[in-house]
């Protein structure tokens, strides 16, 4: 079967201007013939994933429920960005589309009425990108080529429904940086995840973004009823991070290294390592903390004492005043940073902490480490995840 395309090719950035050269494409034939009628891949612009989602049913089904699909409809954004509509107006709004909404930068829909702008980072924006370019403090800028042909890792894929091309791309994380990496409008940087990898050891292992976030899981690339094919496994789409407990697990090891007593001191020491993150611990926006929390409390869980240490970016505005609103993070307001003590990848930061106690040797000594960060919208309810904890007792 011989399918028609009209390929668009779309030469221009996420926030400049707008080239459209219409071209003709015709897509690729299988032997046997899939009945596909019922499918309707948009030609001239964005398709919604749930049109892809009718042949790629388990890589959508893993997309569906993670951050990235919801990244324009989850209520924390929601009450930024109806925040930055109402202090800053509708121009500074579209700011905030490139990243989360990019369909809806496109289509022009910044009040976020059409349904398909609300897929937030959809299949076929990723699926579309045919270059990373240097970002502006307005956000990504990427070189797209949309309509008939969808780009990927695969070398020979074939498909009724649209034509296919390899890049390499999909698999470097300079992929990943377009979104993942932002200076804001007064040239401090905000979000360094990329440049945070990039500085690491990992780039030299050839570990990428995609290694630890979208590993192989079982899965078909395709439903069997338009191609049967013998791979077994897909690349998880369900790009997780601080939503998932196996990773969060992984990410920050601790050591109680060392535990001395002297009359009525304890001393100890703590090993925190950053072991499984391939940037820094906390990354992304300068709203998270990683907290190290080190207790001692005696055999029936009494006279507890708890010291901790936090790991935090902190930048601040003209008056020196702390910036922590993700808006006012986002448009500019913070113009230095006051300190960085995030722990990078494969780090390790040895910590001491001292407590009085009347009988040393009657004691536990713990340490955990927490993620913790409060949206504005929760603010009265922090999130405080526990990492990890290790124990040990006094001797
Ligand atoms: C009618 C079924 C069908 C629909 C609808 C469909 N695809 Fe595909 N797609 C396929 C098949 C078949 C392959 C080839 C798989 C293979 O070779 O193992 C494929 C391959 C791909 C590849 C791999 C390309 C490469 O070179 O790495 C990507 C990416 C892709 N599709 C994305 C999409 C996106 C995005 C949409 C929605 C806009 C979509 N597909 C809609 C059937 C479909
Ligand atoms: C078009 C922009 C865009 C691209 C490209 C992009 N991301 Fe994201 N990503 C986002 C946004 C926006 C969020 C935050 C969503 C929110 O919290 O509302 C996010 C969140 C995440 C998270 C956090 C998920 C969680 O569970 O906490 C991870 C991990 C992530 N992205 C990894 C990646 C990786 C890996 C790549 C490259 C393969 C990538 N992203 C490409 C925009 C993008
Ligand atoms: C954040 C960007 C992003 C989104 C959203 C996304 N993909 Fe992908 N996709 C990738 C990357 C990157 C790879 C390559 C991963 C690798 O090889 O390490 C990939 C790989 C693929 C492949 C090749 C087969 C495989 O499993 O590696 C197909 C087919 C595909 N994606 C389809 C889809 C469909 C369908 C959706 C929506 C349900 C989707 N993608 C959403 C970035 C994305
Ligand atoms: C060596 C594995 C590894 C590599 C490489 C890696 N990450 Fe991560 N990433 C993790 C782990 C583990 C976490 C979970 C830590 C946490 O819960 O805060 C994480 C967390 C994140 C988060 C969520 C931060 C938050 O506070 O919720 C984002 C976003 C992210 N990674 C993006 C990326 C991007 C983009 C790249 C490539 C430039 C990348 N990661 C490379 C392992 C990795
Ligand atoms: C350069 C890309 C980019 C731009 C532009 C951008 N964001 Fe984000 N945003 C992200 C990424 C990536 C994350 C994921 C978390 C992280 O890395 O800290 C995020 C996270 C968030 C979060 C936290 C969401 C959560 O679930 O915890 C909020 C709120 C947010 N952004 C609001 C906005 C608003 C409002 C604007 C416009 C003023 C905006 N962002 C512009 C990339 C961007």
Redesign the pocket.
């Known amino acids: 079967m011989v399918l028609k395309t009209f390929r668009v090719w779309l030469v221009g950035l996420c926030m400049g201007v707008v080239f459209l050269t219409p071209a003709v494409a015709v897509g690729q034939g299988t032997g046997s013939s899939p009945d596909i009628s019922g499918i309707h891949l948009n030609t001239k612009g964005f398709s919604s994933s749930r049109q892809c989602g009718q042949c790629h049913k388990d890589i959508f089904a893993d997309w569906e429920h993670?951050?990235?699909a919801?990244?324009s409809n989850?209520a924390?954004?929601e009450a930024a960005y109806l925040q930055v509509y109402f202090e800053r107006g509708e121009g500074a709004r579209k700011t905030c589309l490139?990243?989360?909404a990019?369909v809806a930068y496109f289509n022009n829909d910044p009040k976020l009425t059409q349904p398909i702008s609300h897929e937030?980072?959809s299949c076929d924006?990723?699926h579309s990108?045919a270059e990373v370019l240097p970002g502006t403090p307005e956000g990504?800028q990427f070189r797209f080529e949309f309509g008939g042909v969808k780009q990927g890792p695969m070398k020979d894929s074939k498909s009724p429904a649209h034509s296919t091309r390899y890049n390499e791309l999909y698999r470097q994380?300079l992929?990943?940086k377009?979104?993942?990496e932002q200076v804001n409008p007064s040239g401090i940087p905000m979000i360094t995840t990329f440049s945070e990898w990039e500085q690491s050891p990992y780039p030299d292992k050839g570990i990428t973004?995609?290694k630890c976030?979208?590993e192989p899981v079982a899965g078909k690339t395709v439903a069997e009823f338009v191609k049967k094919t013998t791979a077994t496994q897909i690349s998880n789409h369900n790009?997780?991070?601080?939503?998932?407990l196996t990773k969060r697990r992984q990410a920050l090891e601790i050591k109680i290294t060392t535990i001395e007593t002297h009359r009525n001191r304890i001393r100890v020491q703590v090993d925190l390592t950053n072991t499984g993150a391939g940037h820094k611990m906390p990354t992304g926006l300068p709203v998270k903390k990683i907290i190290l929390e080190v207790k001692v409390e005696d055999a029936n869980g009494g006279h507890r004492q708890m010291q901790q240490r936090v790991y935090q970016k902190i930048v601040a505005d003209k008056q020196g005043q702390v910036v922590t609103r993700v808006v006012d993070l986002m448009l500019g307001k913070a113009v230095t940073v006051v300190s960085d003590n995030r722990i990078a990848p494969l780090e390790t930061r040895r910590e001491s902490f001292t407590f009085f106690v009347r009988k040393p040797k009657d004691q536990t000594v713990s340490a955990a480490a927490y993620y913790s960060y409060t949206p504005e919208i929760l603010q009265p309810a922090p999130i405080h995840i526990k990492l990890n904890e290790v124990q040990r007792r006094v001797r």
């Open positions: 993670c951050l990235h919801h990244s989850n924390v954004f490139g990243c989360h990019p937030g980072v924006f990723c990108i990504p994380s992929f990943c377009g979104c993942h973004c995609q976030h979208m790009i997780a991070a601080g939503h998932s």
